[in-house]
Antibody, heavy 112, light 110 residues
Framework: QVQLQESGPGLVKPSEILALICTVS????????WSWIRQPPGKGLEWIAS???????NHNPSLKSRVSIAVDRMKKQFFLYLTSVTAADTAVYYC??????WGRGTLVTVPS | QAVVSQEASLTVSPGGTVTLTCESS?????????PYWFQQQPGHAPRALIY???NRHSWTPARFSGSLLGGKAVLTLSGALPEDEADYYC??????????FGGGTKVTVL
């Protein structure tokens, strides 16, 4: 059964780059599309970006200028990069296969 | 960017039926939006319930069903159980590979 695990720093300084990794286990990354979603504390879900297994990305227009997404099929990992972070980027970040299988999420805090 | 709207909160009695809706600011929700529904318990990751309007995942209880009605995506919970108390989110797909979540509905079983 496919499982996803997010990893990355729990604390990022303002104006720096947030980099997260999603590692896929128990299945192949050579199909479907892979997504990042976030949830600020006490708030709803926000789609950030998705990438096909062939590496074609799509981004939320509200974040597009700051977001990059990439995939490494050999390592069975995909990545999220968010530049120029502010306190508003504090959230639990989830990775997902399409939107059916989700990781447990990782909290990223950007102090104000 | 489109805005997807859901009821802020709904209450259902144990054993009762509740209907959640998902509306798009761009017009009627259709099959082309591939509506998804998710359940999120406090402190947990969202869990997918329904995809492509009405398809259940293998883990989705049969008391959850999805449909389109009146230009909206609809999630119906029939025979509510205490463990169904949670936040529910819909997700719509738009052209150019864009996705938008609804604001979520807090369902109370009381």
């Amino acid at each position: 059964q496919v499982q996803l695990q997010e990893s990355g720093p729990g604390l990022v300084k303002p104006s720096e780059i947030l980099a997260l990794i999603c590692t896929v286990s128990g299945g192949s990354i050579d199909s479907d599309y892979w997504s990042w979603i976030r949830q600020p504390p006490g708030k709803g879900l926000e789609w950030i970006a998705s990438i096909s297994y062939t590496g074609i990305p799509n981004h939320n227009p509200s974040l597009k200028s700051r977001v990059s997404i990439a995939v490494d099929r050999m390592k069975k990992q995909f990545f999220l990069y968010l530049t120029s972070v502010t306190a508003a980027d504090t959230a639990v970040y989830y990775c997902a296969r399409k939107f059916d299988i989700w990781g447990r999420g990782t909290l990223v805090t950007v102090p104000s | 960017q489109a805005v997807v709207s859901q009821e802020a909160s709904l209450t259902v009695s144990p054993g009762g039926t509740v209907t959640l809706t998902c509306e798009s600011s761009t017009g009627a929700v259709t099959g082309g939006h591939y509506p998804y529904w998710f359940q999120q318990q406090p402190g947990h990751a969202p869990r997918a319930l329904i995809y492509d309007i009405s398809n259940r995942h293998s883990w989705t209880p049969a008391r959850f069903s999805g449909s389109l009605l009146g230009g909206k995506a609809v999630l119906t919970l029939s025979g509510a159980l205490p463990e169904d108390e949670a936040d529910y989110y819909c997700l719509l797909s738009y052209s150019a590979g864009q996705f938008v979540f609804g604001g979520g509905t807090k369902v109370t079983v009381l």
